[in-house]
């Protein structure tokens, strides 16, 4: 009875051990969250989790404030930047559509990049936020 009872526990642990993994295997998407100077989160997600180059990545941005109301009135941009060394302007925008900012990025090398949101919101302080996001691979 208690070996039976313990390859029963056993076995529900390891199903659902793999079937986390498998979630994670599939992941298919690089999300980056910030706590914003006024309160309330600055989530930057990339549709892809692997970043790559020369490849139109489509990006979504969440902001939320401290109230948790969401902000449908900002102007949002990002700056990609390679903090290793200089790169030619690379600032895509994003536009209000279904509940978030969405826009397309190009990472123009390999490397480790940092994207910087400008966030503009009328009758506030511009914000400024750096996401680190790793490493760029060739395409």
Not at 3 to 10: A, Q
Not at 25 to 34: D, G, N, S, Y
Request: proline share 4%; aromatic share 8%; hydrophobic share 50%.
């Amino acid at each position: 009875m208690k070996n039976k009872l313990l390859r029963t526990c056993l076995t529900a642990f390891f199903v659902c051990l793999l079937l986390s993994l498998s979630v994670a295997a599939f992941a298919t998407e690089t999300r980056l969250e910030k706590a914003m100077p006024e309160g309330g989160t600055a989530i930057l997600t990339f549709a892809s989790d692997q970043l790559l180059t020369m490849t139109e990545t489509p990006f979504t941005v969440e902001l939320t404030g401290g109230t948790g109301k969401v902000f449908s009135d900002a102007a949002v941009s990002l700056r990609l930047v390679m903090p290793a060394m200089a790169m030619p302007l690379n600032k895509p925008k994003a536009i209000w559509l279904d509940d978030a900012y969405h826009g397309q990025a190009v990472f123009t090398m390999a490397g480790e990049w940092n994207a910087i949101m400008i966030i503009q919101r009328p009758g506030h302080d511009v914000i400024d936020l750096t996401f680190k996001l790793g490493r760029v691979q060739m395409r």
